[in-house]
T-cell receptor, first 113, second 112 residues
């Protein structure tokens, strides 16, 4: 079945530490890939996207993500986390030929001083 | 730069009442989407418009739900005879032909 998996429900990191949030997808062809961030009670903000080309994509707020076709993964990284990065992070895909986003269940990030 | 706006931000209603939400997309975007998000879950697709045409509806969109985009600009989502299970955040997104979707702040519905 087609799916997006975010295996980590909750991650806690210290401010200034590095961060990697995992995302795996299961689709026949490479879909379009996205990471969104959601603060409590708010809508979703686009961090970055991958359609094609360079497999390392840069986003806003110092985030980057790497597409690895062999692993069907699109992991999100940040070298140094700030307290304001505490939020819920969603990986999402648009299947080739489709219109709607299909989301993972999200990873909640807690940042401790 | 005006983003996607949604009104109201919060709605509390009693079971059995009808509710209507509004979404105003980014002005140059011809595509509009509605999603529903329940607590602890990612958003789930409900329906999609290209201009005024509703091109796709999820099986989640029961007969009690109806969405319109009469002039290809703003959209409304109506829920008739609300049930407690309808309590959720309703998110609207819009995109141009590039397909990157930008989301509004959402409408949080609580059905008592």
């Amino acid at each position: 079945a087609q799916s997006v998996t975010q295996p980590d429900i909750h991650i806690t990191v210290s401010e200034g530490a590095s961060l990697e949030l995992r995302c795996n997808y299961s689709y026949g062809a490479t879909p379009y890939l996205f990471w969104y961030v959601q603060s409590p009670g708010q809508g979703l903000q686009l961090l970055l996207k991958y359609f094609s080309g360079d497999t390392l994509v840069q986003g806003i707020k110092g985030f980057e993500a790497e597409f690895k076709r062999s692993q069907s993964s699109f992991n999100l990284r940040k070298p140094s986390v700030h307290w304001s990065d505490a939020a819920e992070y969603f990986c999402a895909v648009v299947e080739t030929g489709a219109n709607n986003l299909f989301f993972g269940t999200g990873t909640r990030l807690t940042v401790i001083p | 730069d005006t983003g996607v706006s949604q009104d109201p931000r919060h709605k509390i209603t009693k079971r059995g009442q009808n509710v209507t939400f509004r979404c105003d997309p980014i002005s140059e975007h011809n595509r509009l989407y509605w999603y529903r998000q329940t607590l602890g879950q990612g958003p789930e697709f409900l329906t999609y418009f290209q201009n005024e045409a509703q091109l796709e509806k999820s099986r989640l969109l029961s007969d009690r739900f109806s969405a319109e985009r009469p002039k290809g600009s703003f959209s409304t989502l109506e829920i008739q005879r609300t049930e407690q299970g309808d309590s959720a955040m309703y998110l609207c997104a819009s995109s141009s032909s590039t397909g990157t979707q930008y989301f509004g702040p959402g409408t949080r519905l609580t059905v008592l």
